[in-house]
């Protein structure tokens, strides 16, 4: 059974960062693309960085390029996301997701071609 647990989620101020990790457990990272979307209140769930499994690929979405960094650590079966330079719309519940099919790096964006998602953790900045 695959499990991903994130953690590292809190309030921030403007300016500031962090570094969200997600435990994967039942999967192991060959050839499964993973990721993180995320959903403010009110707004629909949005695709902001995937990695496929070599950790070669990478893709972000225009809102977080150049700002955040999204890697793996295969020893560890743990994904990260280091967000710096953190801004108010930023603001939202964050999930780690994991697709078995290497070619999911491909059609990133799309929340369906992820078969499964963590619980999430909250990130909150403030102004």
């Known amino acids: 059974q695959v499990q991903l647990v994130e953690s590292g989620g809190r309030l921030v101020r403007t300016g500031g960062s962090l570094r969200l990790a997600c435990a994967a457990s039942?999967?192991?990272?060959?050839?499964?693309?993973m990721g993180w979307f995320r959903q403010a209140p009110g707004k629909e769930r949005e695709f902001v960085a995937a990695?496929?499994?070599?950790?070669?690929?990478?893709r972000y979405a225009d809102s977080v390029q150049g700002r955040f960094t999204i890697s793996t650590d295969i020893t560890k079966n743990t994904l990260y996301l280091q967000m710096n330079s953190l801004k108010p719309e930023d603001t939202a519940m964050y999930y780690c997701?994991?697709?078995?099919?290497?070619?999911?790096?491909?059609?990133?964006?799309?929340?369906?071609?992820?078969?499964?998602w963590g619980q999430g953790t909250q990130v909150t900045v403030s102004p």
């Open positions: 997701v994991a697709s078995l099919a290497a070619s999911t790096i491909f059609q990133y964006s799309t929340p369906a071609n992820y078969g499964h």
């Open positions: 039942g999967l192991s990272f060959k050839r499964t693309t």
């Open positions: 990695v496929n499994w070599t950790g070669g690929i990478t």
